[in-house]
T-cell receptor, first 108, second 113 residues
Framework: RKEVEQDPGPFNVPEGATVAFNCTYSNSASQSFFWYRQDCRKEPKLLMSVYSSGNEDGRFTAQLNRASQYISLLIRDSKLSDSATYLC?????????FGKGTRLHILP | DVKVTQSSRYLVKRTGEKVFLECVQDMDHENMFWYRQDPGLGLRLIYFSYDVKMKEKGDIPEGYSVSREKKERFSLILESASTNQTSMYLC????????????FGSGTQLSVL
């Protein structure tokens, strides 16, 4: 079983809709969690950290469920510019583990 | 803004050549990383460094070496390039305190013919 797993998608979502995707991790000792965004042919960029209590940044909400070992990202009122690949990242003992990403296409 | 600069955006080399990929960061970050990214395989860690003159193997170090003589510069060396090293190479840096918050360079697309 891979340590970090994501549905590769693509998720095709109409503009203005709400979309959510999850990322599961296998090691309960994982300590910190992040979402990165990668546009086509560009480098990954940190989107947001994921805190135990859940956190929000504008239209983006990230949540952590330690009991079920997953993190989630919810995007409200999606924009065309949200089209990208979203990478889940887990940090365990200073090891940084990337998921393979979920592709999101926002449709006009 | 943190800037991580990779020396070339595109590079074409021949099999057997020695290839140097350079990465420079301007934010005095302790940690530096080299990844490669291939379709369907995601990001894979080649080497990383937590300090000057220090290096650690990542998940796929075979066929690569690195050099970190100065804090701001982390070089990836392909000793004898092979076609299976054709890939997108991404350099990243982070602070010692927030090691998993990576800042990436824009990548080098290397083609080995």
């Amino acid at each position: 079983r891979k340590e970090v797993e994501q549905d590769p998608g693509p998720f095709n979502v109409p503009e203005g809709a709400t979309v959510a995707f999850n990322c599961t991790y296998s090691n309960s000792a994982s300590q910190s969690f992040f979402w990165y965004r990668q546009d086509c042919r560009k480098e990954p960029k940190l989107l947001m950290s994921v805190y135990s209590s859940g956190n929000e940044d504008g239209r983006f909400t990230a949540q952590l469920n330690r009991a079920s070992q997953y993190i989630s990202l919810l995007i409200r009122d999606s924009k065309l510019s949200d089209s990208a690949t979203y990478l889940c990242v887990v940090n365990r003992d200073d090891k940084i583990i990337f998921g393979k990403g979920t592709r999101l296409h926002i449709l006009p | 803004d943190v800037k991580v600069t990779q020396s070339s955006r595109y590079l074409v080399k021949r099999t057997g050549e020695k290839v140097f990929l350079e990465c420079v960061q301007d934010m005095d970050h302790e940690n530096m990383f080299w990844y490669r990214q291939d379709p369907g395989l995601g990001l894979r860690l080649i080497y990383f460094s937590y300090d000057v003159k220090m290096k650690e193997k990542g998940d796929i170090p075979e066929g690569y070496s690195v050099s970190r003589e100065k804090k701001e510069r982390f070089s990836l060396i392909l000793e004898s390039a092979s076609t299976n090293q054709t890939s997108m190479y991404l350099c990243a840096s982070s602070t010692g305190q927030e090691g998993a918050k990576l800042f990436f360079g824009s990548g080098t697309q290397l083609s080995v013919l």
